[in-house]
C-alpha cells in the first residue's frame, strides 16, 4: 500500500496569509491526525479526524482548523498566520481513531515571514 | 501536562554498542509506542507495548514497561550507523485520546 502523502512538502508564507495543507491516508484507514512539530514544543497534537467527524482536538487556537473529505483525505488550514507557525506540520493516519499505531506522512514544512 | 519525557536528550555512541533511551509519564497509559525520527521527515513506528505487558520484542529493539514506576526503556542491541536518528515516546492515557509524545531523544551512532 502507499504510504501516508501530503502536499505541498515545503511553503514559504508572509504573516497574516492564510495556508492549507492536505494529506492523504494509507488506503483503508479513516483515522487522519495532525501534529506541528517546533523546536522548542516538540510535536503537540492538533486535531484527529474520524470518518468526516472531528474526534479529538489539541490545544491550538482558532486559527487552526481541519476537515476531512469522505475519501478519508484531510485538509488543515491555518488563517492569520503568526511567525510562531514556522514548523513541521505531520499528518498521520491509523485505522481506528484514538492512540493505536499512527503512519506518518512525510510532513510539510511551512515557514512564516 | 501528561508530555513523557525521555532521557537522555542527546546520546552518542559507537557503532556496534546498545544505546538505551528512557521514558517517563505521569498518569496511567493503556499503551505507549516508540517511533523513530530521521532529520526532518516524518515519524516511523517501532513497537507498540501494552499496560499489561512488561517486555517486547522486535528485531534488535527490546521495550520494557513498568507501570509502577511510570516508565519505559528503549533498547537497541548492536546499533548501525543507519540507527541515527530521534527517537520518540507516546503514550495514550485513556481509551480513543491521542497520543502524546514526548520531546525525544537524539541518538548519534558514530560509525
Known amino acids: 500500500k502507499a504510504g501516508v502523502t501530503q502536499t505541498p512538502r515545503y511553503l514559504i508564507k508572509t504573516r497574516g496569509q492564510q495556508v492549507t495543507l492536505s494529506c492523504s491516508p494509507i488506503s483503508g484507514h479513516r483515522s487522519v491526525s495532525w501534529y506541528q512539530q517546533t523546536p522548542g514544543q516538540g510535536l503537540q497534537f492538533l486535531f484527529e479526524y474520524f470518518s468526516e467527524t472531528q474526534r479529538n482536538k489539541g490545544n491550538f487556537p482558532g486559527r487552526f482548523s481541519g476537515r476531512q473529505f469522505s475519501n478519508s483525505r484531510s485538509e488543515m488550514n491555518v488563517s492569520t498566520l503568526e511567525l510562531g507557525d514556522s514548523a513541521l506540520y505531520l499528518c498521520?493516519?491509523?485505522?481506528?481513531?484514538?492512540?493505536?499505531?499512527?503512519?506518518f506522512g512525510p510532513g510539510t514544512r511551512l515557514l512564516v515571514l | 501536562s501528561q508530555q513523557g519525557e525521555e532521557d537522555p536528550q542527546a546520546l552518542s555512541i559507537q557503532e556496534g554498542e546498545n544505546a538505551t533511551m528512557n521514558c517517563s509519564y505521569k498518569t496511567s497509559i493503556n499503551n505507549l509506542q516508540w517511533y523513530r525520527q530521521n532529520s526532518g521527515r516524518g515519524l516511523v513506528h517501532l513497537i507498540l507495548?501494552?499496560?499489561?505487558?512488561r517486555e517486547k520484542h522486535s528485531g534488535r529493539l527490546r521495550v520494557t514497561l513498568d507501570t509502577s514506576k511510570k516508565s519505559s526503556s528503549l533498547l537497541i542491541t548492536a546499533s548501525r550507523a543507519a540507527d541515527t536518528a530521534s527517537y520518540f515516546c507516546?503514550?495514550?492515557?485513556?481509551?480513543?485520546?491521542?497520543?502524546?509524545f514526548g520531546k525525544g531523544t537524539r541518538l548519534s551512532v558514530i560509525a
Open positions: 507495548i501494552r499496560s499489561n505487558e
Open positions: 498521520a493516519s491509523s485505522d481506528f481513531w484514538g492512540g493505536e499505531t499512527q503512519y
Open positions: 507516546a503514550t495514550e492515557h485513556s481509551g480513543n485520546t491521542p497520543l502524546v
